[in-house]
C-alpha cells in the first residue's frame, strides 16, 4: 500500500542502494523525453531508410573520372516512391556498362538511345544515364533528420535531470521544504487532448545554517501542492545540487518504514521505446540498412 504523502519519512541513510532497473526506469522517465523517444525512433527509421537511398551517400565518394559512352534503356518501370508528387522511374542500361538510373517521371523509354557516364577509374562499377540521378532520392531528404535531432535534445536534457535524481537518492539528505514561488511559464504540454501549463516553482529548506532553495519545473501541478511542504533531497557538502523529490518521475515509493522501494515490473512500458530506438540503430548499423529503396 502507497504511505501517504504527508507521512513518508526517508529514513534509510545514505550510501542507498538502488537497484539496476529501478534506476534504468528513472534515467527513462518523464513525458518530455519519452515524446523525444517518439521523434527519435520514427526520425532515426526513416532516415535510415531514405538517406541511403539518395544522393547523399555518394558524397562520400572519392574522386571520379567520368567518361561517356553510347548506351541504350533496357528496361524502365516505376517504383513505389515518389519525388515532389512525381513518381520515380528506375531504368536499366545496357551495351558496355551496365546499371540503374533514376528519374523523378518517366524521361526515357525502353529500347532509347542513351548516353551513358561511367567512372573511368572503376569501368563497370559505378555508370548511369546523363541526365539521370544514381540514386532514388535527392539531397533533400537530409530535412527527415530534424526529428532525430529534435527528439536527441529532449532525450539528454531529460537525462542529465534524472542523472542528477539517481544521485542525489543514493548520496542525498531527506528534508522538506515549503514552496515560496510558482510562475507560469510559456510552455504546455498536450496530453489526451486537455493541455497542462508547466509551472516553475521555488522551495525553501534549511541545509549547512543556511536557507537554500530547490528548483522545479512541472505541468504536474498537483503532485507538488499536495503537501505544505514537499520532500527536497540534496547533497549534504553541496546544499544547492537538489531535486524536488515529486517533481522527477518515477521515484521510488518510500514505504511505511521509511525505505524506497524498488520499480514495479509495469514500470517497464517506460523502457520499451529507448530500447526500440537502440535496436533500429544497432540493426541499420549490422545489415547496411537492409530496406534501402532502389
Known amino acids: 500500500m502507497e504511505t501517504p504523502p504527508h507521512t513518508r519519512h526517508l529514513r534509510d541513510l545514505p550510501p542507498r542502494q538502488i537497484g539496476l532497473f529501478t534506476k534504468a526506469v528513472i534515467l527513462c522517465s518523464g513525458f518530455l523525453q519519452q515524446f523525444g523517444w517518439i521523434f527519435f525512433v520514427m526520425g532515426s527509421l526513416f532516415a535510415w531508410i531514405f538517406i541511403p537511398a539518395s544522393t547523399v551517400r555518394h558524397w562520400f565518394e572519392g574522386s571520379k573520372d567520368w567518361k561517356e559512352v553510347p548506351g541504350k534503356v533496357v528496361t524502365a518501370e516505376p517504383t513505389n516512391s515518389a519525388v515532389n508528387d512525381e513518381v520515380v522511374y528506375r531504368y536499366l542500361h545496357g551495351q558496355r556498362y551496365t546499371g540503374k538510373s533514376f528519374t523523378a517521371g518517366q524521361d526515357f523509354q525502353g529500347g532509347e538511345a542513351v548516353t551513358i557516364r561511367y567512372d573511368a577509374k572503376a569501368p563497370g562499377k559505378t555508370s548511369f ?129 521509511g525505505s524506497l522501494e524498488s520499480a514495479g515490473v509495469g514500470k517497464a512500458a517506460y523502457l520499451v521505446l529507448p530500447l526500440l530506438g537502440v535496436a533500429i540503430h544497432l540493426l541499420f548499423l549490422w545489415y547496411g540498412a537492409p530496406f534501402t529503396m532502389g
Not at 542528477?164 to 543514493?170: D, S
Not at 504536474?220 to 537538489?242: C, G, M
Open 129 to 257: 544515364i546523363q541526365g539521370s540521378d544514381r540514386s532514388v532520392f535527392p539531397a533533400f531528404v537530409l530535412f527527415i533528420l530534424i526529428f532525430p535531432v529534435v527528439g536527441l535534445v529532449f532525450i539528454l536534457n531529460a537525462i542529465r535531470q534524472n542523472v542528477k535524481a539517481i544521485r542525489l537518492l543514493e548520496i542525498g539528505e531527506f528534508t522538506r521544504g515549503a514552496m515560496c514561488s510558482k510562475e507560469a511559464t510559456n510552455t504546455t504540454i498536450k496530453i489526451n487532448n486537455a493541455r497542462y501549463p508547466v509551472f516553475k516553482y521555488s522551495f525553501e529548506f534549511e541545509a549547512g545554517g543556511r536557507t537554500r532553495n530547490a528548483m522545479c519545473k512541472t505541468h504536474q501541478a498537483w503532485l507538488v501542492e499536495d503537501e505544505q511542504r514537499e520532500i527536497i533531497l540534496y547533497d549534504k557538502y553541496n546544499p544547492d545540487f537538489n531535486i524536488v523529490y515529486d517533481a522527477t518521475a518515477n521515484m521510488p515509493n518510500i514505504n511505511e518504514q
